[in-house]
């Protein structure tokens, strides 16, 4: 039976995920986010960009590793530290956002198959590395995932704020590079603050089940 019931439970998130998605894409379809109000929008952000301040975007764009990765590791070790089994389940907690969002941005480039702006539109002036397809940004929905769940773990104004520009700092960078349109990147928010959500609330019902075993 309780089998039964997480079952019924996992298929209710996913059906959640897939109408959100479709609505989502509507969304962009519907109210402004045409192909031309992208393009026109990246080129007034990546064509017409001032160039002298590329060096600092390509470090904000190359920070997302580093801090993503680095923020689990380091609260979890302080858990380690201070024997404190709180910091440690938070900095799991990071560690399985960061996993959720990897596996539905890595799902959706390949479902939505979007080619790169600079692919498209040559005049795009190509300022970064980009891997696979272009929807969502990829940078983006990791660096919104790691900021909403440090967000969640430490709900502090000194952690929300730096979390949040540093973020949306992110996700601007790779329109100024030029490997993401302006869609990519907000999709990429909405499924990095989704990942975190979702990762946070299936750690509360897990949680919770646990409890009421004990």
């Known amino acids: 039976m309780k089998l039964y019931k997480q079952l ?25 986010f045409s192909q ?10 990546n064509v017409d960009r001032n160039k002298s301040l590329d060096p600092t975007f390509k470090v904000i764009t190359h ?4 801090i ?5 590791l380091v609260v979890f070790s302080a858990g380690l530290i201070q024997k ?6 938070k900095g799991i907690f990071l560690a399985e956002t ?3 969002n990897g596996f539905i941005t890595t799902a959706l480039k390949f479902s939505v198959n ?18 696979s397809h272009s929807f969502p940004s990829g940078h983006t929905s990791a660096s919104f995932a790691t900021a909403t769940s440090l967000s969640l773990a430490f709900p502090k104004w000194y952690v929300i704020a730096p979390s949040f520009l540093w973020a949306s ?16 990147v907000l999709a990429g928010a909405f499924v990095g603050a989704g990942s975190a959500f979702l990762s946070y609330k299936l750690n509360q019902w897990i949680t919770g089940k646990y409890c009421k075993k004990k």
């Open 8 to 32: 019924i439970f996992r298929e209710k998130i996913n059906h959640l995920l897939i109408i959100n998605f479709i609505l989502f894409s509507l969304c962009i379809n519907q109210f402004g």
């Open 169 to 184: 700092s992110v996700g601007y960078s790779r329109m100024h590079l030029g490997v993401h349109y302006p869609s990519d």
């Open 84 to 89: 404190d089994s709180t910091l440690k389940n």
């Open 98 to 100: 960061f996993v959720v």
């Open 63 to 66: 920070s997302l590793t580093p």
């Open 114 to 131: 979007r080619d790169r702006p600079f692919v498209t539109y040559p005049f795009i002036d190509k300022q970064a590395e980009a891997g």
């Open 36 to 45: 031309n109000a992208d393009i026109n929008l990246l080129k007034s952000i």
């Open 68 to 72: 993503s990765i680095g923020a689990p």
